[in-house]
C-alpha cells in the first residue's frame, strides 16, 4: 500500500505541469533531471539516516518527504519549487526503496522458506502494482479533464495515507543510537565501501562493462516515458487516452514480467543486446517518420509500436539486470555494487535528461528522437561490442579479478 501513493501522479504529471503550470517542454526535462541527480547525491546520507534512527522512522521520513514533494508541485508556479520539490521527492524515493523491501523481509518469521514468502509476497505486490497502476492510468485523463488538479491531489492525499500506514508500523530490531564519533566511523566506512565497490568493478572487465550497458539503459527507459507524453501531445491525443495508453502500457509490462525467464531461455547472451538495439532503432525509426510528415495514422502506428516495445522491454529488463549482477558477484561484495551501480545510473539518468532538455530547446520531439535514437544505436553497438569480449564467456575463459572480490584497501 505504501509504494501506491503516486499511481495517480505519473501519468498525468507531464500534462498538468505544461498544460497548468505552463511549463516549457525543455523546462520541463530540466527539472525532472535534478531528481535522479539528487537520488545519487543523497544516497549515501540516506543510508546513514536508515541506520541512525531505524527503518520505520526512516520510512516515515520518506512518506514525509514525498508528501511535502507532491504539495509543492500543487502550489508551485516557477522552476525553483519545481525543482525543490523534487529534492523532497528524491529524498522520500531513497529511503522508501531502501526501507520498503527490508522492512518486509524483517516482517516475515524467522524459518527456512523464508527467502519464498519474501519472493511470494513481493511478486504478488509487483503484480498488484500493475493492475492498480492501470486502473489508476486509465481514470487519470478523465479527472484530468474534469480538473487539472484532481489527479495530482488524489496522489497528495494517498501520501498522506502512506504516513498515517507507516506509522503504525513496529520496529523490529533494537536502534542504538550512535555517538558523533560512530556517525563520522559510519560515514568514513559507507565512502570507503564504496570507494571499494568501484575500485573492484573497474578492475573487473565484466562488472565495468555491464555497468557501462545499464547505465545508459536505464536511462533511456526512464526517459522515455516524458518523450512518450510530449510525443502523444505533440500528435494531440486528447487527455483523456493518456491514461488510458499509460494503462494499456501497464498491462503490457505486466504480462511482460511473467516472461523475464523466457526472454533468458530463448535469447540467452543475446536478450541484452536485444533490448538495447530494438528500443534506439525504435527511437531513430520513429523520429524519421515523423519528420518524413507521414500520414498521420501511420505515424499512430509506428508510435503505438514504439510504445508497446518500451513497455514489453521495461518490466524483464530489471529483472534480468539484476540477474546478470547478482551472477557477477558475491555477499561480500554485491551490497557495495548495488550503491555503486545505483549512483553511476542516477548521474547517468540526471545527463541524458539534461541532454534532452537542451537539444529540445532549438528543436521537436522529430528531430530529438531521431538525435538520440542515432546516438545511442551507435553509443550500443561500440558498448555491445566491448561487452563481447568480457560477458558471457565460459567460466575458464574470465581472468581470476573478474570473478573474485578481495578486500581492496
Not at 484530468?144 to 488524489?154: K, R, T
Not at 518524413?292 to 524483464?316: D, H, K, T
Amino acid at each position: 500500500m505504501i509504494s501506491w501513493d503516486l499511481l495517480f501522479y505519473h501519468p498525468i504529471v507531464f500534462l498538468f505541469l505544461t498544460i497548468e503550470k505552463g511549463i516549457s517542454v525543455p523546462a520541463l526535462f530540466f527539472v525532472f533531471g535534478f531528481f535522479p541527480l539528487f537520488r545519487a547525491l543523497f544516497q549515501i546520507p540516506s543510508v546513514h539516516i536508515t541506520d541512525t534512527i531505524g527503518k520505520r522512522k526512516s520510512l516515515l521520513l520518506g512518506n514525509t518527504f514525498l508528501s511535502i514533494g507532491v504539495f509543492a508541485i500543487i502550489l508551485g508556479n516557477n522552476l525553483l519549487t519545481l525543482i525543490i520539490a523534487h529534492l523532497f521527492m528524491a529524498i522520500g524515493s531513497v529511503l522508501k526503496e531502501i526501507c520498503e523491501p527490508i522492512i518486509l523481509h524483517d516482517s516475515i518469521p524467522e524459518t527456512k522458506s523464508k527467502p519464498k514468502i519474501f519472493a511470494k509476497l513481493d511478486s504478488q505486490g509487483s503484480s498488484n502494482y500493475y493492475v492498480l497502476g492501470a486502473i489508476a492510468a486509465a481514470t487519470t485523463g478523465f479527472l484530468f479533464v474534469f480538473n487539472y488538479y484532481l489527479p495530482i491531489i488524489i496522489s497528495f492525499v494517498f501520501s498522506l495515507m502512506a504516513i498515517l500506514i507507516s506509522a503504525r508500523f513496529e520496529e523490529i530490531e533494537t536502534i542504538n543510537k550512535p555517538n558523533k564519533n560512530s556517525r563520522r566511523q559510519n560515514m568514513r566506512i559507507y565512502f570507503r565501501d564504496l570507494k571499494q565497490a568501484f575500485k573492484f568493478i573497474f578492475s573487473s572487465r565484466r562488472l565495468k562493462s555491464l555497468l557501462l550497458y545499464s547505465s545508459i539503459m536505464v536511462s533511456l527507459l526512464i526517459i522515455f516515458k516524458t518523450f512518450q507524453n510530449d510525443l502523444l501531445a505533440n500528435l494531440h491525443v486528447p487527455a483523456e487516452y493518456f491514461g488510458i495508453i499509460h494503462a494499456l502500457s501497464m498491462l503490457v509490462s505486466a504480462h511482460a514480467s511473467k516472461k523475464q525467464a523466457w526472454f533468458h531461455t530463448k535469447f540467452k547472451n543475446k536478450t541484452l543486446s536485444l533490448f538495447a538495439l530494438s528500443c534506439s532503432f525504435s527511437l531513430l525509426i520513429t523520429g524519421l517518420f515523423l519528420i518524413g510528415n507521414l500520414n498521420i495514422y501511420v505515424i499512430y502506428i509506428v508510435a503505438a509500436m514504439m510504445i508497446i516495445l518500451f513497455s514489453v522491454v521495461r518490466a524483464p529488463y530489471f529483472t534480468l539486470i539484476n540477474r546478470y549482477y547478482n551472477s557477477f558477484s558475491n555477499p561480500d561484495i554485491i551490497t557495495k555494487i548495488y550503491s555503486a551501480k545505483s549512483f553511476i545510473e542516477n548521474l547517468a539518468r540526471a545527463t541524458m535528461f539534461f541532454f534532452a532538455s537542451w537539444l529540445i530547446g532549438f528543436t521537436n520531439i522529430a528531430i530529438t528522437l531521431t538525435v538520440f535514437g542515432c546516438i545511442l544505436v551507435i553509443t550500443f553497438i561500440f558498448i555491445l561490442d566491448y561487452m563481447k569480449t568480457r560477458i558471457g564467456l565460459k567460466p575458464n575463459e574470465y581472468r581470476k579479478k573478474d570473478i573474485e572480490f578481495t578486500l581492496i584497501k
